[in-house]
Structures are given as C-alpha cells and as structure tokens.
C-alpha cells in the first residue's frame, strides 16, 4: 500500500517559472513532511521540510503547502532554474516506536526539467 | 563535516553470485538506514539500526538480504543469492537527534 502519493510524474518548465508538486498521504499519524532532492548518480538531499502545525514554510526560491484537513502538502520553486533540473520526492515520517524511530515514507518522485 | 560514506559505487555481478555494500555514516549519529531505490522510484526501506540494534527489517528480504552493524558505526548489506530483480541503488543513510536522514552517494548494482 502507497502511503505518500506524488504527481505529476515529470515535469517541464520554462527557466523563470514557476514548479509545482503535490503530494497526498494516509497515515495521520506522520508529523515531519521532508522534499528531497536528487540529482543523477547523487544521493538524495534534504531541500525543505514542514510539520503540520504549519500551513507554510519558505526557504528562499522554495516552498512547501501544507493542507492538514485534506491531508495534502506541495513544493512550489519560484523563478526555475536549468539548476534545479533534477529528481525531487517528497516524504513523510512518523516515530513508530514512540522511542524516535523515525521511518520515512517517499513518493514515487518528480522529474523535472526546467529549460533555459 | 564529512557525509555517509558508500563502497563501492557500482557493482556488475551475475545471477546468483552474492554481493557486499559498506556505509559508513557521518560521525556521531546513531541510526543507520539501508534503502532499495528501483529506477523510477522512490527509496524503499531495507533495515533501520539503532546502534547496533536491529530496530526494523519487516522489509528486508530476509531468504538472500543480510545487513550488520556489529560495533554501532559502519555497516554492511549483503545479498546472497543475487536475483535479476535486485538491480538497483542502494542508499545508505544516517541520522542524528532529529528527524533528518542524510543520504550517501549511493551503490548502483546490476545484476546479469
């Protein structure tokens, strides 16, 4: 069973525009929503992250949406770049144990390509 | 402060034949993962250490997967025997006190 689900599965955008990626999940219980971001023959890297006791948070050119009700959160990338042209996945996690046994969750990733 | 470690970076072996992955993760974080990243997809995870400990492995396809930790720092991941369907990358990574992995380079494994 998927519990993170991503869309689109690629993506194509304009240098100077704006990126957008959603994901939905299931499991109530996650409270810490990573995007990670990965780049060819890389492992993948922390770009942002949210827990839901806020509805957004910006770090320069990206920001993730977070909808708690609708169980939805999203990474927009202002002002693309050829840069930022790479894999991105979100993520959720939730401590299984109650001892900090954070287990993450991906989605299935975005490609994206920005164009110059 | 030096990232999670991984070697080798590709392995080419055959059907059958058994493999080993080491990471060694960045100093001081206690929880160690191994994921499955199958092309196209997202990482999927193998095993979680605490230390030494075993803490998840109800992924881990226990018949031909091994993994150790023995002296809570370096790891290793086996497969023994390779199957077609265990091409893939395998991440290794690492966390501190809070909820962040951080991710190695990564093993590309291909299996003939």
């Known amino acids: 069973q998927q519990q993170v689900k991503q869309s689109p599965q690629s993506l194509i955008v304009q240098k100077g525009g704006i990126s957008i990626i959603n994901c939905a999940y299931e499991?109530?219980?996650?409270?810490?929503f990573p995007w990670y971001q990965q780049f060819p023959g890389k492992g993948p890297a922390l770009l942002i992250a949210?827990?839901?006791?806020?509805s957004e948070k910006k770090e320069g050119r990206f920001t993730i949406s977070f909808n708690k009700s609708a169980k939805q959160f999203s990474l927009h990338i202002m002002d693309s770049q050829p840069g930022d042209s790479a894999t991105y996945f979100c993520?959720?996690?939730?401590?299984?144990?109650?001892?900090?046994?954070?287990?993450?969750?991906f989605g299935k990733g975005t490609l994206l390509t920005v164009n110059p | 402060e030096a990232g999670v470690a991984q070697s080798p970076r590709y392995k080419i072996i055959e059907k059958r034949q058994s493999v080993a992955f080491w990471c060694n993760p960045i100093?001081?974080?206690?929880?160690l993962y191994w994921y499955q990243q199958i092309l196209g997809q997202g990482p999927k995870l193998l095993i979680q250490?605490?230390?030494?400990?075993?803490?998840?492995d109800s992924q881990l396809p226990k018949d031909r997967f091994s993994a150790e930790r023995l002296k809570g720092v370096d790891s290793t991941l086996k497969i023994q025997p390779a199957k077609l369907e265990d091409s893939a990358v395998y991440l290794c990574?690492?966390?501190?006190?809070?909820?962040?992995?951080?991710f190695g380079p990564g093993t590309r494994l291909l299996v003939l």
């Open positions: 990574a690492s966390r501190g006190q809070g909820q962040t992995q951080y």
């Open positions: 250490f605490q230390n030494n400990g075993v803490v998840d």
């Open positions: 949210i827990r839901p006791d806020v």
């Open positions: 100093s001081g974080h206690a929880t």
């Open positions: 499991n109530t219980a996650f409270d810490y």
């Open positions: 993520a959720a996690s939730f401590d299984t144990t109650g001892g900090s046994n954070y287990k993450l969750t």
